[in-house]
C-alpha cells in the first residue's frame, strides 16, 4: 500500500466551482505540504502544516485554503476554482526528527483540469 | 526570492549514453537533493548531499555538491530506458534572519530526460 495518497487521481471541473483535493498518509509524519507542479516550473508551495494546529502559505497560497484534520490527512481547497488553477497537485510529508535529511515523500499526484 | 536554475532543460539521447545536469543558484545552500519523477508519479529522493565539495554516488548516479554551495551537478552513466523522468534539484529555504528553514524545500524547474532504445 501506498505511505501517501491522494484522492482523486485525476479531476475535470468547471471555472467558478469548489473543489477539494484530499491527502493522506500512514508514515506517520507530523509535516506535510502542498505543492503545485506546472511544467517548466518545477513544484511550487502552496500550503505546509508542520502539525495539527500549524497551517502556513507557501510562495503560492493565493486562491487556495487548507484543512489539517487530522495528523494523516491534509486537504486542498480551490474555492472558486479558475483556469489558471489547472495543473499537477502533490502531497507531501516529512519526519521532522529527521531535519537534517529534508526528505520529502510524496504522493502520486491529482492532476486537476478547470475548463 | 531563493531560485533554483536547472540546465539543461531537457535531453534527448541514446541508451548507453553518460548524462550530465546541473544546478545553479544565487544563494548558498547547506544541502543540496536530487529528485526524480517518473511519468504518472510523484518525485523520489535520489541523492543528498550535506557538505561542500562532497561527491556521492547511487548506483549509476552520482551527484557533487559544488564547492561554492552555489551550485550542484548530476550524472547518470550508461543510461537506460528507465532513467526516463524528470529530474530535480532542491535545498531547504533559508530563513529571513539568515538560517536555514529545514522542512521548506525550493525546486528547480526540472530537466526532462528522454532516453531513445
Known amino acids: 500500500d501506498a505511505d501517501v495518497t491522494q484522492t482523486p487521481r485525476n479531476r475535470i471541473t468547471k471555472t467558478g466551482k469548489r473543489i477539494m483535493l484530499e491527502c493522506s498518509q500512514t508514515k506517520g509524519h507530523d509535516r506535510m505540504y502542498w505543492y503545485r507542479q506546472d511544467p517548466g516550473l518545477g513544484l511550487r508551495l502552496i500550503y505546509y502544516?508542520?502539525?495539527?494546529?500549524?497551517?502556513n502559505k507557501g510562495e503560492i497560497s493565493d486562491g487556495y485554503s487548507v484543512s489539517r484534520q487530522a495528523q494523516a490527512k491534509f486537504s486542498l481547497s480551490l474555492e472558486s476554482a479558475i483556469p489558471n488553477q489547472t495543473a499537477l497537485y502533490f502531497c507531501?510529508?516529512?519526519?521532522?526528527?529527521?531535519?537534517?535529511?529534508?526528505?520529502?515523500?510524496f504522493g502520486p499526484g491529482t492532476r486537476l483540469t478547470v475548463l | 526570492g531563493q531560485q533554483l536554475n536547472q540546465s539543461p532543460q531537457s535531453m534527448f539521447i541514446q541508451e548507453g549514453e553518460d548524462v550530465s545536469m546541473n544546478c545553479t543558484s544565487s544563494s548558498i545552500f547547506n544541502t543540496w537533493l536530487w529528485y526524480k519523477q517518473d511519468p504518472g508519479e510523484g518525485p523520489v529522493l535520489l541523492i543528498a548531499?550535506?557538505?561542500?565539495?562532497e561527491l556521492t554516488s547511487n548506483g549509476r548516479l552520482t551527484a557533487q555538491f559544488g564547492i561554492t554551495r552555489k551550485d550542484s551537478f548530476l550524472n547518470i552513466s550508461a543510461s537506460i530506458p528507465s532513467d526516463v523522468g524528470i529530474y530535480f534539484c532542491?535545498?531547504?529555504?533559508?530563513?529571513?534572519?539568515?538560517?536555514?528553514?529545514?522542512?521548506?524545500?525550493?525546486f528547480g524547474q526540472g530537466t526532462i530526460l528522454t532516453v531513445h532504445p
Open positions: 548531499l550535506y557538505k561542500a565539495g
Open positions: 507531501a510529508t516529512s519526519d521532522p526528527w529527521d531535519a537534517t535529511y529534508n526528505e520529502q515523500f
Open positions: 532542491a535545498g531547504p529555504r533559508s530563513t529571513n534572519a539568515g538560517g536555514t528553514s529545514y522542512g521548506k524545500l525550493t
Open positions: 502544516s508542520f502539525d495539527v494546529k500549524d497551517i
